[in-house]
């Protein structure tokens, strides 16, 4: 099938798709599938959890009295679960990787089960004006959760995605949506309520796939938002690679000191990747996530995608632990790189310029 987003000069395009910037995406053969099954099992792998999982009741006060602040919004970011991040910036409310279902498969009798419930339901949730879609993996790209939110009562959010996904939407009956190609720019205008505020989809090492037959179709990738009162970068999916220099790079003169410095936040994924051998192509483990942290040069940065799916062969519980011990080995605080429980709100300061 060809590429109809094809330009031979972007070295990420393929005339049939497209890649990452410095290691070939191969999916994994069907021997190494059951390799690791069987490992997987003959280990007893994943473990039970040692802890319960932390999660608190949502601060629905604020978080609602915050979302009709207009331009007097608090920049905040409330973990919802997984991936899922609500995040109240330069007056708007906008929702990452909205994934609400009880299950990240085809069909809700089979495949990863929820573990721990949404921070928030989607009928506790203030009006959404932007959905972030990092790429169409089903515990990323919920249908039900972005049906649900295309008929909020008072309009549909703007859903920006990567290349390629403008059609499975519009199978749907949802038409705004705005695809960005790695680096492209959205800029949405300042209101009477909100900042003028700009999305730039960033390079991630993943890949993509929604059926046996389309991998690598449709494009992936993470979000720099910038208001003036907060840099948000949100990750993704992603394995390590030196992308994460290349977007300091891209962004340092946004981030020189004297225009306030780095991301005030990064969303940083610290769960799914054990083992390594099968993992570590897509999949950051903790230490390599607190990498990604001193290769952006942010300010802080919250644990996400953890704690909510057993996709991968570590308890579920496992990544925070893994973190704490990588924070302690390059000497960053724990305030800085912060494990929050599902539904807990993070208030952040103005940025200052």
């Known amino acids: 099938m060809k590429n109809p987003y094809f330009n031979p000069a ?42 319960p999982i932390p999660v608190v009741a949502p601060d629905l006060d604020f978080i609602h009295a915050n979302a009709q602040a207009g331009v007097a919004m608090q920049p905040a970011a409330t973990w919802i679960g997984h991936i899922t991040v609500l995040l109240q910036i ?27 419930p949404p921070g928030l339901n989607l009928a506790q949730l203030p009006h959404i004006d932007v959905v972030l879609l990092s790429h169409n993996h089903y515990d990323h790209m919920d249908e039900a959760s972005l ?20 059609q499975w939407f519009a199978r749907r009956g949802i038409h705004c949506v705005i ?5 492209d ?30 991998a690598l179709r449709s494009l992936w990738g993470g979000f720099a938002v910038c208001s003036p009162d907060s840099h948000v970068f949100f990750a993704g999916d992603t394995a390590y690679s030196k992308d994460f220099v290349d977007i300091r790079q891209h962004f340092a003169r946004e981030h020189a000191p004297e225009q306030g410095g780095g991301f005030d936040l990064a969303l940083l994924p610290i769960g799914a990747y054990e083992p390594r051998w099968f993992m570590k192509d897509q ?22 995608h953890w704690g909510t799916f057993q996709l991968t062969d570590e308890a579920l519980d496992e990544p925070p632990r893994a973190l704490a011990s990588a924070l302690h080995r390059q000497g960053i605080s724990p305030d800085d790189f912060r494990v929050l429980a599902i539904g807990q709100t993070w208030r952040l300061p103005a940025r200052q310029r």
């Open 10 to 51: 972007k070295k990420h395009h393929r005339p049939d798709g497209f890649q990452n910037n410095y290691q070939s995406f191969r999916g994994k053969r069907w021997h190494e599938i059951l390799r690791w099954r069987w490992q997987a099992w003959r280990a007893g792998h994943p473990r039970p959890v040692n802890q």
């Open 90 to 116: 330069g007056g708007l409310n906008i929702l990452t990787d909205p994934v609400f279902s009880e299950r990240c498969f085809p069909v809700q009798w089979a495949g990863p089960q929820r573990q721990t």
């Open 147 to 166: 049906r649900h939110l295309a008929q909020q009562v008072h309009g549909a959010p703007l859903f920006i995605t990567p290349l390629g996904h403008k």
């Open 179 to 183: 695809e960005l190609d790695w680096w």
């Open 185 to 214: 720019r959205y800029e949405l205008a300042a209101t009477e309520q909100s900042h003028h505020l700009s999305v730039t989809l960033t390079p991630a090492q993943h890949w993509s796939a929604r059926t046996a037959t389309d």
């Open 283 to 304: 999949h950051v483990n903790p230490e390599e996530s607190v990498q990604i942290f001193q290769d952006l040069g942010c300010k802080r940065a919250m644990a996400v």
